[in-house]
């Protein structure tokens, strides 16, 4: 059965009654008007955030191959390398290590590989190629994540600890 028009105009009024009843409530307009303020800049944040994030073009492989050499770089200071690090203050004592391990392996090549896939959740992800003694026989590959902080990709702390491991080499930052 189909509402007839008195009974539609009825439900109308009846709600139009209800709304003007709500606005004739003691609420304090200034409260309501300064939490609808709130939740609107809250809402603008996040939608800037989410639009920023959404189209911050993704690294190549080849950026973040030459920002991991980067951080190895011995010309480099060691505050630049650990910032280019996910908790890289960790990694101030093991700055040494790092540098072993690249003297020890005078050949040893190295680098970030294409794919890279971005996980949608602050994170990429790449695949690292260690060949240790440059002879192509012994190669290893590792995936390696990059962790978006403060606008910039920072190698994984975790994954840094497993490409110093498959290098075999220990470290304190490492546990």
């Known amino acids: 059965m189909r509402p007839t028009r008195p009974s539609r105009a009825l439900a109308a009024l009846l709600g139009a009654a209800a709304l003007?009843?709500?606005c004739d409530s003691?609420?304090?307009e200034s409260a309501v008007d300064a939490a609808r303020s709130r939740a609107n800049a809250a809402l603008s944040t996040s939608i800037a955030a989410s639009s920023s994030a959404a189209h911050r073009p993704l690294p190549t492989a080849a950026e973040l191959d030459a920002q991991i050499k980067r951080?190895?770089?011995?010309?480099l200071p060691d505050s630049e390398r650990t910032a280019l690090i996910e908790d890289g203050a960790a990694f101030t004592d093991a700055i040494p290590d790092m540098y072993r391990a690249l003297q020890d392996n005078p050949h040893a090549v190295y680098g970030v590989t294409d794919p890279v896939f971005d996980n949608r959740d602050g994170t990429l992800t790449a695949t690292m190629r260690l060949d240790k003694d440059g002879t192509g026989t012994a190669v290893r590959t590792t995936v390696v994540h990059f962790v978006l902080?403060?606008?910039k990709w920072k190698i994984s702390r975790t994954d840094l600890c497993g490409i110093l491991r498959s290098a075999d080499y220990r470290t304190p930052a490492c546990g």
Request: hydrophobic share 45%; net charge negative.
């Open 149 to 151: 902080i403060d606008g």
């Open 20 to 22: 003007l009843s709500a």
């Open 26 to 28: 003691t609420q304090d």
């Open 71 to 75: 951080a190895l770089d011995p010309a």
